[in-house]
């Protein structure tokens, strides 16, 4: 079997836990533990990504042989490996957590891409490590499904992400109380492997920073942008400066490219929050269906509702905001902390008022689109219309006659169409009104409206009935659904049903209206 050249820099760089036995503890003055994989008892390849295969070298043939289906389950480890977990903190609805850590997450070491780029090789759910509390390190099916999907979905809508390459069923069984209401069930188990220039978290630096630990916090500063930043130049507190306003650039435009799709995270704590800015940690995430901004999809979120779709940008906001107190022992002065958050809110605007005029199909965003487009938003919350369905149906608009016939499917409620037909019928006026004054001619503006608004989304209903159909033993239903993420922003015939909207059984089943964190 092929296998990549590994060069694992994280650990020759930085210091290691020198505690050798796995047992839940606080690991300090350490940024990672060596631990290797608990091995499962019949590891079986159920889906892969051939595009994440191809970047790191695996064959056909690699795909499908049993030592493929080990290493990746966890048994075996290729030449060059050296497993590890690592040591952060976070923010966790708002509070100071401590040390979190990566209870069930072990890196296998960085692979290098023949261009000479690192690729983190890290599986989810291959048992305990120092950081998994009273936990087990496992994984359920149900959630490493949702995790291995999503990651490619919002890689093929162009949404900068961590990748899955594999996921693997254990053979085993993992318990799991999938409500925290008293009744855990004995469920199915898997592996994902998950794929990343860095892993690293803001919570990385929160750890040590919080501790007293400066110049820990310095030493994996130096080390991150030296690796993951190379192309930022000088030394210093310039230097830290240009960092963090980048990592505050990539933010923003990361939450504007969820803003734009309608993905929600649902636990947007600060250690799930990338340094990268990649979208990272597909916990209890959903897809809004009819538009709402207020919805989140994390039952343990329900009551504050921290994490609703229309909070995110701020709440990211806020998060560099804590990400700026962990970095301020390395600055004198902390006007350039507050440079870079300032730095996030321009470049959020400024992609949120691009993402106004695609979805529109316009030219640029004027003052005025903006109005619009948030007139729109009320509507579509107030009539309970199909975010997705309704913002590919808009291209169909023609200016000189504009209807809502086009958009007629996206409605959930026929009563609610009716009762609205006078305030749409208003407001497609305005918006035919600003396209005549438009200088982009009909084809392409509908192809920019198609390049922004994607055509199939990962509902949380399509994920839910993938996974039904693995529960029964056919895993063909990941593999179709993920070719049809392969090209969200298609027209795909006889694929129709993908695109279509949350059918009645969906809006109160589990997995796809609300889910846990269980997994």
């Known amino acids: 079997m092929h296998f990549p050249t590994f060069d694992n820099s994280f650990l020759r760089a930085l210091p290691g836990d020198p505690e050798t036995r796995i047992f839940p503890r606080q690991v300090q003055a350490a940024l990672w533990s060596a631990v290797e994989p608990t091995p499962v008892e019949a590891p079986r390849l159920l889906a892969h990504s051939r595009e994440m295969a191809a970047e790191l070298g695996f064959s056909e043939a690699d795909l499908v042989s049993p030592e493929f289906a080990r290493v990746f389950g966890g048994n075996t480890l290729l030449p060059g490996m050296q497993p590890f977990a690592t040591n952060y903190g976070g923010h966790q609805f708002g509070h100071w957590a401590g040390q979190l850590g990566d209870g069930r997450a072990i890196s296998l070491g960085e692979a ?3 261009d000479g780029q690192r690729r983190e090789l890290q599986l989810k759910g291959a048992g305990p490590t120092p950081y998994s509390r009273s936990a087990d390190g496992r994984a359920v099916l149900r959630s490493s499904i949702r995790e291995f999907l999503c990651s490619e979905a919002m890689h093929h809508l162009g949404i900068p992400t961590t990748r899955a390459l594999s996921l693997v069923g254990t053979g085993e069984g993992v318990v799991r109380d999938m409500f925290y209401d008293g009744h855990p069930q004995l469920e199915a188990g898997a592996i994902v492997c998950r794929v990343a220039p860095s892993f690293l978290r803001f919570g990385h630096f929160e750890l040590p920073a919080m501790r007293g630990d400066i110049e820990l916090l310095r030493r994996l500063a130096d ?3 030296a690796r993951d930043f190379p192309h930022l130049q000088g030394h210093g507190e310039a230097l830290y400066a240009d960092w963090f306003a980048e990592v505050c650039e990539r933010t923003a435009r990361l939450v504007a490219g969820w803003m734009r799709v309608g993905f929600v995270h649902g636990v947007l704590n600060t250690d799930n929050l990338s340094i990268l800015g990649l979208a990272i940690d597909y916990g209890p995430y959903g897809w809004i269906d009819a538009y709402d901004p207020d919805w989140t999809p994390n039952t343990t979120d329900a009551a504050g509702r921290r994490y ?3 909070w995110q940008p701020r709440v990211a906001y806020w998060n560099l905001g804590q990400l700026a ?3 301020s022992p390395l600055f004198a002065d902390p006007a350039p902390l507050q440079t870079g958050l300032e730095r996030f809110a321009a470049i959020y605007t400024a992609a949120d008022r691009d993402n106004t005029a695609r979805k529109l199909g316009l030219a640029e965003c004027r003052d005025r689109d903006v109005d619009l487009l948030r007139d729109l938003h009320a509507l579509l ?5 199909d975010m997705t369905l309704w913002f590919r149906a808009l291209a169909d608009i023609e200016p000189a006659r504009p209807s809502l016939a086009p958009l007629e499917d996206a409605f959930y409620d026929a009563d609610k169409r009716v009762a609205g037909e006078p305030a749409f019928d208003d407001w497609l006026a305005r ?3 600003r396209l005549n004054e438009d200088p982009l001619v009909a084809d392409e503006r509908r192809a920019r409206m198609h390049a922004a608004n994607p055509n199939y989304v990962l509902r949380n209903w399509l994920a839910q009935e993938a996974i039904d159909r693995a529960d029964a033993g056919d895993m063909a239903g990941i593999g179709e659904l993920l070719e049809v993420m392969r090209r969200p922003y298609d027209d795909q015939p006889g694929q129709e049903r993908f695109a279509g909207k949350r059918p009645d059984w969906a809006k ?11 997994s």
């Open 223 to 225: 080390f991150c942008i």
């Open 431 to 433: 918006y035919a009104t």
């Open 508 to 518: 109160d089943k589990a997995g796809c209206s609300m889910l846990s964190c269980s």
């Open 381 to 385: 919350q107030t009539h309970e219309v």
């Open 325 to 327: 107190r962990a970095l």
């Open 112 to 114: 290098i891409l023949p």
């Open 308 to 310: 609703r779709f229309g």
